[in-house]
């Protein structure tokens, strides 16, 4: 199979369906409020991963720290 090479051509722009639920919950945060997950049925981290790339596609800084065995705060540092 032969391919041909093109030079200066963008892709087509991607289909999204607007902000997840963490990017709204993000949203409404103001700098130095937080919220808590629960992680005791997700062992690997899921939650907090989605929840610091959603900030990231924001440009928000957010810090995480552990309250209990199952509980993880999130707070907005900027």
């Known amino acids: 199979m032969d391919f041909i090479i093109e030079k200066g051509v963008d892709l087509p722009k991607k289909k999204t369906r607007g902000y997840g639920r963490w990017q709204k919950l993000l949203l409404k945060l103001e700098l130095g409020d937080s919220f808590v997950i629960d992680e005791s049925n997700d062992p690997r981290k899921h939650q907090l991963v989605a929840i610091r790339n959603a900030a ?3 440009g928000i800084k ?8 199952t509980k993880r705060r999130i707070k907005r540092v900027e």
Do not use: D, I, P, Q
């Open 62 to 69: 957010v810090e995480s720290a552990r309250e209990t065995e």
């Open 56 to 58: 990231k596609s924001l």
